[in-house]
C-alpha cells in the first residue's frame, strides 16, 4: 500500500474496476448456463427447472470465477510492477507504455502523476 501511496495512486487502488467486470462476466455467465440447464430440463420433461437453474448457475459461477481469479491476479500484478518500476517498462515496451500513461491520465488526471 505505500507503494501506491507513495506515487500518489489511492484512487487508483479504490477505484479498481476489473475485479467488478470480472464478477458481472462470472454473473453472466451463471445466467446463461443456469438458463441452459433450466431449458435441458424443459426438453426431457423432468420438470425441475428451477433446481436445473440453481445448480447450472451456482457452478458455472463458481467456476468461471475461479478461472477469471487468474486474469484478475494478472492484472493486479501488471499495476503493480508498473507502479514500482514504470521505466523498465517504457524501455522494454515503449508505445504500450505510452498507451497505458495516457490511458491513465485519462481516467485519473489529478491523481496519476507519470
Same mark, same amino acid.
Given at each position: 500500500?505505500?507503494?501506491?501511496?507513495?506515487?500518489?495512486?489511492?484512487?487508483?487502488?479504490?477505484?479498481?474496476? $476489473?475485479?467488478?467486470?470480472?464478477?458481472?462476466?462470472?454473473?453472466?455467465?451463471?445466467?446463461?448456463?443456469?438458463? $441452459?440447464?433450466?431449458?435441458?430440463?424443459?426438453?426431457?420433461?423432468?420438470?425441475?427447472?428451477?433446481?436445473?437453474?440453481?445448480?447450472?448457475?451456482?457452478?458455472?459461477?463458481?467456476?468461471?470465477?475461479? $478461472?477469471?481469479?487468474?486474469?484478475?491476479?494478472?492484472?493486479?500484478?501488471?499495476?503493480?510492477?508498473?507502479?514500482?518500476?514504470?521505466?523498465?517498462?517504457?524501455?522494454?515496451?515503449?508505445?504500450?507504455?505510452?498507451?497505458?500513461?495516457?490511458?491513465?491520465?485519462?481516467?485519473?488526471?489529478?491523481?496519476?502523476?507519470?
Amino acid at each position: 500500500i505505500t507503494l501506491f501511496k507513495s506515487r500518489g495512486w489511492t484512487a487508483i487502488i479504490t477505484d479498481y474496476i $476489473v475485479d467488478r467486470v470480472l464478477t458481472m462476466v462470472s454473473f453472466g455467465t451463471g445466467l446463461f448456463t443456469g438458463a $441452459v440447464a433450466a431449458f435441458i430440463s424443459y426438453l426431457f420433461g423432468l420438470n425441475l427447472e428451477g433446481a436445473a437453474f440453481l445448480i447450472g448457475f451456482v457452478v458455472a459461477f463458481i467456476l468461471t470465477s475461479i $478461472v477469471l481469479g487468474v486474469v484478475g491476479s494478472g492484472v493486479n500484478t501488471v499495476v503493480v510492477c508498473y507502479a514500482e518500476d514504470p521505466k523498465a517498462f517504457e524501455d522494454n515496451h515503449h508505445e504500450l507504455s505510452v498507451r497505458m500513461r495516457e490511458s491513465w491520465r485519462g481516467a485519473f488526471p489529478d491523481t496519476f502523476r507519470y
